[in-house]
């Protein structure tokens, strides 16, 4: 067998291992896509489960500073990468996928959901995003790394889009229960164990620098609380004695040991199922 021959063979197996290039999706076929990555794909979702931008109480700024930022994307005008940190159930994701459904109805945009664990195939998708018309908010739900978890620096690549950049036509919003999106033992950890300290942490809290925008969302108060179930009651055309409504809420959230967005939405829920009123 000559050399040729062999190099040949060789180059033939390689083309036959290396996955078959990704079809060109059909990006008017949705709004919404999720990334699912056995097969790679984009897949549409027809129905975004999400709830009206008005509903959400108790988080305006946040709210404001993120539609201002994102209604700036959809116009092709330069917006920031934005981490939503903070206490769960205050509606981090909820607002994201509300004001994506506000904003595409001024201007053409598309979300594209990307789970954690895929991080590392994100490049392949930035590639199919980028050659497209269409501008992408890529969104990752309840992000967070532990102590030996390498995806992180996938996520550099979404940041900072390595030696060709991010593309111009896709925006990263992400949410998480913690600030710099590790545990605060683990960081501790890092600074007494390593030979350099201040390295050894800079490298991994220094993942969240790299989002333009942090918006804190924190435990809501009682009348928050009560006013966000008030809001779920118009909204749906519940009428309940506004007593008996306050007290039955009180003793809801007395029960779960917590007031949140999400605890309200539960009790409603409750509240509309004992009231035979459906939920659009």
């Not at 988080?59 to 920031?80: V, Y």
Request: charged share 25%; hydrophobic share 40%.
């Amino acid at each position: 067998m000559t050399d040729d021959t062999a190099l040949t063979r060789i180059a033939e197996a390689l083309e036959r291992m290396a996955p078959a290039p990704l079809a060109s999706p059909d990006f008017d076929a949705a709004d919404a896509f999720v990334w699912e990555t056995d097969p790679e794909r984009l897949a549409p979702v027809s129905r975004v489960s999400r709830v009206d931008l008005d509903l959400l109480v108790g988080i305006d700024r946040s709210r404001d500073t993120l539609l201002a930022n994102t209604r700036q994307f959809a116009r092709g005008l330069p917006a920031n990468n934005a981490l939503l940190w903070g206490a769960r159930g205050m509606g981090k994701s909820s607002l994201v996928k509300a004001i994506h459904a506000s904003v595409s109805a001024e201007t053409p945009l598309k979300i594209v959901e990307l789970q954690r664990e895929d991080l590392p195939t994100v490049a392949r998708l930035m590639d199919i995003l980028r050659g497209s018309d269409h501008r992408f908010v890529l969104f990752c739900d309840d992000l967070s790394f532990s102590h030996d978890d390498q995806h992180y620096k996938s996520l550099k690549a979404v940041l900072d889009g390595g030696i060709a950049g991010r593309p111009d036509n896709v925006l990263f919003y992400a949410t998480s229960n913690r600030r710099h999106l590790m545990p605060r033992d683990m960081i501790e950890n890092e600074r007494s164990s390593a030979i350099n300290p201040a390295e050894a942490v800079e490298e991994k809290v220094s993942l969240s620098d790299r989002f333009g925008l942090w918006l804190g969302f924190h435990p809501c108060s009682q009348d928050e609380y009560l006013a966000m179930i008030d809001g779920y009651c118009a909204a749906h055309g519940l009428s309940v004695d506004p007593a008996t409504l306050r007290a039955e809420a009180i003793e809801w959230q007395a029960t779960r040991g917590a007031r949140s967005g999400r605890v309200a939405w539960q009790f409603f829920t409750d509240l509309a199922g004992r009231h035979g009123t459906p939920l659009r």
